[in-house]
């Protein structure tokens, strides 16, 4: 029998990622004399770069099939499967894969010709052409990737054994490869101002101080870098950039200090600094306004809090539940902003509540709450109104009348252990889920997909081997589930 283990990333629009990992990455593999090079040669197919792009019932998924590894299209409807990736030899690993904003294209990090030693390539969506992008210099591996539109793309290389990273912006087919910023002791956060314009931190030696950076990238002329001044801003190491939904503010979070900067930002220029202190975790800007959710670690006998910054003035939750939350799982925006949801448990209890606050009224929903971890897999559907969860079986919640019924998504197997992560697709008609099972007496892995319109449940692939090694997947505009190897395009 074939054991097939999917990593998936559903698709049909940009910048999506799935990762592989587990048994090798990018810290370079072994030491000192060189990297041994792969005895079998990679095929490259006949050049066309004319394909047609993937649709909402596509899915790319990374698969290792009697110790062979490739990247494959499936079909959701018809559970066809093409090969997308030049052909890899055994052993290699795909650690991180995008999709260019067209969705013709897409391209992957791999140590697809080395052991342990990664590089960047693009593939049509049909299979019908592969390339390497990347420098091919045998002391640097590519840590992270960008689409610039849909023609080129922005990545990073890192040294395999020494600190030190460079900055390269390249055709897709490879050609016109320019390095933008090099030998940086390194290059971290990087954030789109626009199609013309990237900011990026980096450290140019290893006194532990981070420098800000604009790329313009206008075409017509070479890319050009420009240092910021942030002396002024008392910023030692910068762990996130993000920009408000109209690019008018910019959050530069301290990763020392534990402080979040709100820094004003007209016409190239940096203005007025807000600081928030105490910040524990991530920041989220809102989608329609400039305003922020953070999380204040106040004290450590009161927990953590979730507040919200807006016109100059924070503002508390008033969820009288989540008081003293201890681990906080997930925190979101809708999409029209006028509500948030977050995931949490208290140190009062083991419970883990999925609550939803109305901004305009602060009315808490507590739309479920368990004394289960697999709460942590909770999803919402793309409209809002309906919520996933797995408690035994999958769990489905209406979010206008609170009522739950439950889907049997294991039905047919021996047995089960976990389902451990859900995803909705991007019509929101199925729901797909990572499963951790059991059958014939082991365990395996299992992806099943869950038709809400026809309440239809089906594999959408065989049994799966045993081991974490391929646990990513993602949908666009959501997080990676699973946990990355490699960084991942966030734009």
Same mark, same amino acid.
């Given at each position: 029998?074939? %054991?097939?283990?999917?990593?998936?990333?559903?698709?049909?629009?940009?910048? &999506?990622?799935?990762?592989?990992?587990? #048994?090798? *990455?990018?810290?370079?593999? #072994?030491?000192?004399?060189?990297?041994?090079?792969?005895?079998?040669?990679?095929?490259?197919?006949?050049?066309?770069?004319?394909?047609?792009?993937?649709?909402?019932?596509?899915?790319?998924?990374?698969?290792?099939?009697?110790?062979?590894?490739? $990247?494959?299209? $499936?079909?959701?409807?018809?559970?066809?499967?093409?090969?997308?990736?030049?052909?890899?030899?055994?052993?290699?690993?795909?650690?991180?894969?995008?999709?260019?904003?067209?969705?013709?294209?897409?391209?992957?990090?791999?140590?697809?010709?080395?052991?342990?030693?990664?590089?960047?390539?693009?593939?049509?969506?049909?299979?019908?052409?592969?390339?390497?992008?990347?420098?091919?210099?045998?002391?640097?591996?590519?840590?992270?990737?960008?689409?610039?539109?849909?023609?080129?793309?922005?990545?990073?290389?890192?040294? =395999?054994?020494?600190?030190?990273?460079?900055?390269?912006?390249?055709?897709?087919?490879?050609?016109?490869?320019?390095?933008?910023?090099? !030998?940086? %002791?390194?290059?971290?956060?990087?954030?789109?101002?626009?199609?013309?314009?990237?900011?990026?931190?980096?450290?140019?030696?290893?006194? !532990?101080?981070?420098?800000?950076?604009?790329?313009?990238?206008?075409?017509?002329?070479?890319?050009?870098?420009?240092?910021?001044?942030?002396?002024?801003? #008392?910023?030692?190491?910068?762990?996130?950039?993000?920009?408000?939904?109209?690019?008018?503010?910019?959050?530069?979070?301290?990763?020392?200090?534990?402080?979040?900067?709100?820094?004003?930002?007209?016409?190239?220029?940096?203005? !007025?600094?807000?600081?928030?202190?105490? $910040?524990?975790?991530?920041?989220?800007?809102?989608?329609? !306004?400039?305003?922020?959710? %953070?999380?204040?670690?106040?004290?450590?006998?009161?927990?953590?809090?979730?507040?919200?910054?807006?016109?100059?003035?924070?503002?508390?939750?008033?969820?009288? %539940?989540?008081?003293?939350?201890?681990?906080?799982? =997930?925190?979101?925006?809708?999409?029209?902003?006028?509500?948030?949801?977050?995931?949490?448990?208290?140190?009062? =209890?083991?419970?883990?509540?999925?609550?939803?606050? $109305?901004?305009?009224?602060?009315?808490?929903?507590?739309?479920?709450?368990?004394?289960?971890?697999?709460?942590?897999?909770?999803?919402?559907?793309?409209?809002?109104?309906?919520?996933?969860?797995?408690?035994?079986?999958?769990?489905?919640?209406?979010?206008?009348?609170?009522?739950?019924?439950?889907?049997?998504?294991?039905?047919?197997?021996?047995?089960?252990?976990?389902?451990?992560?859900?995803?909705?697709?991007?019509?929101?008609?199925?729901?797909?889920?990572?499963?951790?099972?059991?059958?014939?007496?082991?365990?395996?892995?299992? &992806?099943?997909?869950?038709?809400?319109?026809?309440?239809?449940?089906?594999?959408?692939?065989?049994?799966?081997?045993?081991?974490?090694?391929?646990?990513?997947?993602?949908?666009? *505009?959501?997080?990676?589930? *699973?946990?990355?190897?490699?960084?991942? =395009?966030?734009?």
């Amino acid at each position: 029998m074939k %054991y097939i283990v999917w990593i998936l990333l559903i698709l049909s629009v940009p910048e &999506l990622t799935a990762c592989g990992g587990g #048994g090798g *990455g990018g810290g370079g593999g #072994g030491g000192g004399g060189g990297l041994p090079e792969r005895t079998e040669a990679v095929k490259s197919k006949e050049p066309s770069w004319d394909s047609a792009p993937l649709t909402d019932n596509d899915i790319v998924v990374i698969a290792v099939e009697e110790n062979q590894q490739a $990247i494959y299209k $499936i079909n959701t409807l018809t559970n066809n499967k093409i090969a997308i990736s030049d052909e890899m030899t055994t052993g290699a690993k795909v650690a991180t894969l995008t999709i260019s904003p067209d969705g013709k294209k897409i391209s992957y990090i791999a140590d697809q010709e080395t052991d342990n030693h990664y590089e960047l390539f693009v593939s049509n969506s049909d299979g019908t052409k592969n390339v390497k992008v990347s420098s091919g210099d045998p002391d640097k591996e590519v840590r992270r990737m960008y689409w610039l539109g849909d023609e080129r793309l922005l990545f990073i290389e890192k040294h =395999d054994f020494l600190a030190g990273s460079s900055l390269y912006i390249a055709n897709y087919d490879g050609s016109d490869r320019v390095v933008v910023a090099e !030998d940086k %002791y390194s290059i971290s956060f990087l954030s789109f101002i626009d199609d013309t314009a990237v900011i990026y931190s980096a450290r140019d030696n290893s006194n !532990d101080k981070d420098n800000l950076y604009i790329l313009r990238l206008d075409d017509g002329g070479s890319p050009v870098s420009e240092m910021i001044d942030v002396s002024s801003w #008392g910023v030692e190491r910068i762990d996130d950039l993000q920009w408000s939904y109209d690019k008018s503010m910019v959050t530069v979070r301290d990763h020392y200090n534990k402080k979040l900067l709100l820094i004003n930002y007209d016409n190239d220029n940096f203005g !007025d600094i807000n600081e928030i202190s105490s $910040i524990s975790g991530s920041a989220m800007w809102s989608p329609v !306004d400039n305003a922020i959710m %953070y999380v204040v670690d106040s004290a450590f006998a009161d927990g953590l809090k979730i507040n919200i910054y807006k016109n100059g003035s924070s503002i508390d939750i008033a969820d009288t %539940y989540a008081k003293n939350i201890s681990i906080l799982y =997930d925190f979101r925006w809708s999409d029209d902003g006028s509500y948030i949801e977050y995931i949490y448990s208290t140190a009062d =209890d083991n419970t883990i509540r999925a609550t939803r606050v $109305i901004l305009e009224t602060q009315e808490v929903i507590v739309i479920n709450s368990q004394s289960d971890h697999d709460m942590m897999d909770y999803e919402l559907s793309p409209d809002g109104l309906t919520a996933v969860y797995f408690d035994k079986q999958l769990q489905v919640i209406d979010i206008a009348t609170m009522s739950t019924h439950s889907v049997d998504i294991l039905k047919g197997l021996d047995g089960y252990i976990k389902v451990k992560y859900l995803s909705w697709t991007n019509d929101g008609a199925n729901v797909i889920a990572k499963a951790n099972i059991s059958h014939n007496g082991k365990a395996t892995y299992a &992806l099943i997909q869950y038709d809400t319109i026809d309440n239809k449940v089906r594999l959408l692939s065989d049994e799966f081997e045993g081991g974490d090694s391929f646990a990513c997947f993602a949908l666009y *505009g959501k997080k990676v589930k *699973g946990g990355c190897y490699l960084a991942f =395009d966030e734009r």
